[in-house]
């Protein structure tokens, strides 16, 4: 069995290099207003899951629209909204990454957790986005 590392190498301790500048703590949360949430569960031998949920404008801002694109490496692979990003290169919803078989749960959940905690946003759009990734180990 493996076991999850706490202490992950960064792309650019790897010897990758990226253009632009890197923030204060080299992480996505850098960028203003940007929130980052994630769940895991480990659970025995065998359960290794959870999800990531990525606010491109935070909690209280939801709903309002930032630039978006996303970009298929190989087509492998699930990620809803994708139809929506590439005609209106925006998003309004928070990013969803979890296990291949949560996908529609996850969009589900969004979808119930905006119409309860944010009802105006909810009447008028909602289309989360939600990637897979497979989980296994």
Not at 75 to 90: A, D, F, L, P, V
């Amino acid at each position: 069995m493996k076991e999850t590392s706490a202490e992950k190498p960064r792309a650019r301790e790897l010897g990758i290099t990226f253009s632009g500048l890197v923030g204060a703590n080299n992480a996505i949360t850098d960028v203003p207003g940007v929130e980052v949430g994630y769940v895991t569960k480990i659970a025995g031998q065998n359960i290794r899951t959870g999800v990531t949920a990525i606010l491109p404008r935070g909690k209280a801002e939801i709903g309002m629209p930032c630039a978006a694109a996303f970009y298929s490496l190989n087509g492998n692979g699930e990620m809803t909204g994708t139809i929506w990003i590439e005609e209106s290169g925006t998003l309004s919803m928070p990013i969803m990454i979890t296990n291949t078989h949560a996908v529609g749960r996850v969009h589900s959940g969004v979808v119930a957790w905006v119409a309860e905690h944010l009802p105006i946003v909810a009447a008028k759009w909602l289309l989360p986005v939600v990637a897979e990734t497979w989980d296994g180990y």
